[in-house]
């Protein structure tokens, strides 16, 4: 039996096309999946789209669309934008789901009748980019933390009752280190909003339609804390008045909530909270993911700096684009990125690195062996051994992507193409190819580079899927499981076809002018 392994994102908002760095949540997420995968677990994945809420009611009218028109047309192009990406899914949950809503509803029901829900009156500052109500003290020069106009709301509304979950809530998070991450992420958390009682949290609006109904209060719309993070365990198939579907019971609790770090208060406060209510197991850890800055500034439409995920790859390419955002984001500070820094990491790690090793050891097979390499593997005469090397790298990604240092991890995989590039240098198999003595050594050389390059595609797989694939097609391998790096010397003798390019390598001013002119 493979251990179950459930992994979500947060479903993206069906209110605009999605840029980089809100894609970038689902290529980690789709990593992670991946190795996890090739580890032997049984994963599932689930992701998708918040498509209720006045924004989107709003964006629908201007666009002369319904709302569940307007919500098909954006959740639609998210999909395409996945795929364009390689990012696979088991599940892509949309909160208009029949399957969803029906869940929704019986869970305001069932919250309800045991008390945890009680009809009030809400009135405050209303934003509608945030679609929450905000402090008074929040607000600066007339406008809100998100830069609208908020506006004076009086309205009655349900509410769901936190103050009597806090501290349980504290307790768990203290029993469970892991619950929260980064740390500094779980310290904001009990800093900012759990060590003073918490107010009742609006749940239910009537200030517009587009939402789950609430049957026995007509007018009133479920809001989105129980509306779109329910969608974790409705994807599972969870309905408080059915029995437990095979799926909750295998995969619940969830072993990550992978979010970005702006709305880590909804999952790691309110979330856990709803799911108290219900009587169910908390996700085993919430991460908090950094944002993608550009520039080392917030991607904004009104500042003009927002790079989009279509654009990118255009010029690009998928695998440079998931390397990039992969490797250059750490795991608990923000990254930035720019087309100057992407033609950088193109040019140095993809190309000057991987693609070279690859083209450089297969041409060598080529001009001095005739494209045949044979499996001779002597007592390492060189300082450097690739053997040692390869055998120490995947437990140290397995263990870096235990701890989801995703970034570190693809680092792995470069530093072991940088080292095979130096054992190259060190060893200067063109010194012995002409040495009837050296046959043996040459032999060597050239086995244990390809052997090397073998262990960068298996495991390449998780990051970047389609140069594993590549690479494998090149030195002519077809299994990339992990299995077949237990023992360092996998790689079956034979004959190698000629090398292809793998990544152009860009004149940095042709390509920033090529992309600048496109962009405006």
Request: negative net charge.
């Given at each position: 039996m493979?251990?179950?392994y459930?992994l979500?994102?947060a479903?993206?908002?069906s209110?605009?096309i999605?840029h980089?760095?809100n894609?970038?949540?689902?290529i980690?997420?789709?990593?992670i999946?991946?190795?996890?995968?090739l580890?032997g677990?049984?994963v599932?994945?689930?992701?998708?789209?918040?498509?209720?809420?006045q924004?989107?009611?709003n964006k629908a009218?201007?666009?002369?669309?319904s709302?569940?028109?307007?919500?098909?047309?954006?959740?639609?192009e998210?999909?395409r934008?996945?795929?364009?990406?390689?990012?696979?899914?088991?599940?892509?949950?949309r909160?208009?789901?029949p399957?969803?809503?029906?869940s929704v509803k019986?869970?305001?029901?069932?919250?309800f009748?045991?008390?945890d829900i009680?009809l009030?009156?809400?009135?405050?500052?209303?934003s509608?980019?945030e679609?929450?109500?905000?402090?008074?003290?929040d607000i600066?020069?007339?406008k809100?933390?998100?830069g609208d106009?908020p506006v004076?709301t009086?309205?009655d509304?349900y509410?769901?009752?936190?103050?009597?979950?806090?501290?349980?809530?504290l307790?768990h998070i203290?029993?469970?280190?892991?619950f929260?991450?980064?740390e500094?992420r779980?310290?904001?958390?009990?800093?900012?909003?759990l060590?003073?009682p918490l107010?009742?949290?609006?749940i239910?609006?009537?200030?517009f339609a587009?939402?789950?109904p609430?049957?026995f209060?007509p007018?009133?719309?479920v809001y989105v804390?129980?509306?779109?993070?329910?969608?974790?365990?409705?994807?599972l198939?969870?309905?408080?008045e059915?029995?437990?579907?095979?799926?909750?019971?295998t995969y619940?609790?969830?072993?990550?909530?992978?979010i970005?770090?702006?709305?880590?208060?909804f999952?790691t406060?309110?979330?856990?909270m709803?799911?108290?209510?219900l009587?169910?197991?908390?996700?085993k850890q919430v991460?908090?993911?950094?944002w993608?800055?550009?520039?080392?500034?917030?991607?904004?439409k009104?500042v003009g700096?927002v790079?989009y995920?279509?654009?990118?790859?255009?010029?690009?390419?998928?695998d440079?684009?998931?390397?990039?955002?992969l490797?250059?984001?750490?795991?608990?500070?923000?990254?930035?990125i720019?087309?100057e820094?992407?033609?950088?990491?193109t040019?140095s790690?993809?190309?000057?690195t991987?693609?070279?090793l690859v083209?450089?050891?297969i041409?060598?097979?080529?001009?001095y062996?005739?494209?045949?390499?044979e499996?001779v593997?002597?007592d390492e005469?060189?300082?450097?051994?690739?053997?040692?090397?390869?055998?120490?790298?995947?437990?140290?990604i397995?263990?870096?992507?235990?701890?989801?240092?995703?970034?570190?991890?693809l680092?792995?995989?470069?530093?072991l193409?940088?080292?095979?590039n130096?054992?190259?240098?060190?060893?200067e198999p063109?010194?012995?190819?002409?040495d009837?003595?050296?046959?043996?050594?040459l032999?060597?050389i050239l086995?244990?580079?390809?052997e090397?390059?073998r262990?960068?595609?298996v495991?390449?797989q998780?990051?970047?899927?389609?140069?594993?694939?590549e690479?494998?097609?090149?030195?002519?391998?077809?299994?990339?499981?992990f299995q077949?790096?237990?023992?360092?010397?996998?790689?079956?003798p034979q004959t190698?076809?000629?090398?292809?390019?793998?990544f152009?390598?860009?004149?940095?001013?042709?390509?920033l002018?090529e992309i600048?002119?496109?962009?405006?």
């Amino acid at each position: 039996m493979k251990t179950p392994y459930y992994l979500t994102t947060a479903i993206a908002y069906s209110s605009a096309i999605p840029h980089i760095g809100n894609v970038y949540e689902a290529i980690l997420a789709d990593a992670i999946v991946r190795f996890k995968r090739l580890d032997g677990y049984d994963v599932r994945f689930q992701t998708g789209t918040d498509e209720h809420g006045q924004k989107i009611e709003n964006k629908a009218k201007e666009a002369g669309m319904s709302p569940k028109d307007y919500a098909d047309m954006i959740s639609s192009e998210i999909k395409r934008i996945y795929k364009l990406v390689d990012v696979e899914y088991d599940l892509f949950v949309r909160t208009t789901d029949p399957f969803h809503e029906d869940s929704v509803k019986a869970i305001f029901k069932r919250l309800f009748d045991q008390g945890d829900i009680t009809l009030g009156k809400y009135e405050g500052w209303y934003s509608l980019s945030e679609e929450s109500f905000i402090l008074e003290k929040d607000i600066v020069d007339g406008k809100g933390p998100s830069g609208d106009v908020p506006v004076w709301t009086s309205e009655d509304t349900y509410f769901l009752r936190l103050e009597p979950y806090r501290q349980r809530l504290l307790d768990h998070i203290e029993a469970h280190p892991e619950f929260i991450q980064p740390e500094s992420r779980k310290n904001e958390m009990i800093r900012t909003f759990l060590s003073e009682p918490l107010p009742d949290l609006s749940i239910s609006r009537t200030s517009f339609a587009w939402g789950v109904p609430v049957d026995f209060a007509p007018g009133h719309v479920v809001y989105v804390w129980i509306d779109a993070l329910s969608n974790y365990i409705t994807g599972l198939g969870y309905h408080p008045e059915k029995p437990l579907t095979d799926l909750f019971k295998t995969y619940w609790p969830a072993d990550v909530h992978l979010i970005g770090k702006d709305i880590l208060r909804f999952h790691t406060i309110y979330w856990p909270m709803i799911l108290m209510a219900l009587d169910l197991p908390l996700p085993k850890q919430v991460f908090g993911h950094p944002w993608i800055l550009v520039n080392k500034g917030k991607m904004s439409k009104s500042v003009g700096n927002v790079m989009y995920t279509d654009s990118l790859v255009k010029h690009f390419g998928v695998d440079p684009v998931r390397y990039y955002v992969l490797h250059e984001i750490p795991f608990a500070a923000d990254g930035n990125i720019t087309y100057e820094l992407l033609i950088e990491r193109t040019n140095s790690d993809l190309a000057n690195t991987i693609g070279n090793l690859v083209n450089r050891t297969i041409g060598m097979a080529h001009k001095y062996r005739e494209g045949v390499i044979e499996k001779v593997i002597l007592d390492e005469p060189y300082e450097l051994s690739l053997k040692e090397k390869c055998e120490a790298v995947l437990p140290r990604i397995r263990a870096l992507m235990d701890d989801l240092k995703v970034s570190d991890a693809l680092e792995e995989v470069v530093q072991l193409a940088r080292f095979a590039n130096k054992y190259i240098d060190v060893s200067e198999p063109w010194k012995l190819k002409n040495d009837p003595e050296k046959a043996d050594v040459l032999s060597h050389i050239l086995y244990h580079l390809v052997e090397t390059i073998r262990v960068v595609a298996v495991v390449m797989q998780p990051f970047l899927p389609k140069t594993a694939l590549e690479i494998a097609r090149q030195i002519g391998v077809s299994d990339l499981s992990f299995q077949t790096l237990d023992v360092f010397g996998g790689y079956e003798p034979q004959t190698l076809g000629k090398p292809t390019v793998m990544f152009e390598r860009y004149d940095p001013e042709a390509k920033l002018k090529e992309i600048l002119e496109d962009v405006e």
